[in-house]
């Protein structure tokens, strides 16, 4: 029986171990959203909090000086922006106009 982790996604925990497969070789996927992945290890690995961090910090910086300009781009910050204050719990002032 092989040990899976909660969907990283969803949180389910309606994981088949075998959710996919192919010819040669199959993978965990979530019953709930669907999510998968290529082998065990890969599905029960996590990123570490401060890199992810990071890479949301760095995708909010990008829009610095070139601000959102259409819906989705809007979207797609204001999604991070949630993520980093509330995932994060901190409360930093975003850098983009958000009269925009």
């Known amino acids: 029986m092989t040990n899976l982790l909660p969907c990283p996604f969803c949180g389910s925990t309606d ?3 075998a959710g996919w ?11 709930d959203c669907g999510a ?3 082998t065990v290890e890969i599905w029960n690995s996590r ?3 401060e890199n992810a961090k990071g890479y949301v910090d760095r995708a909010i910086a990008s829009y610095v000086g ?16 949630v ?6 719990a901190l409360s930093v002032s975003s850098p983009v106009d958000k009269g925009a």
């Open 15 to 17: 994981i088949d171990a």
């Open 21 to 31: 497969a192919s010819i040669d070789r199959s993978g965990p996927a979530c019953d």
């Open 36 to 38: 998968s992945a290529d």
């Open 47 to 49: 990123p570490q909090l």
């Open 66 to 81: 070139d601000p959102a300009d259409n819906q989705f781009q809007k979207g797609y910050l204001a999604a991070l922006e």
């Open 83 to 88: 993520v980093r204050n509330e995932a994060f």
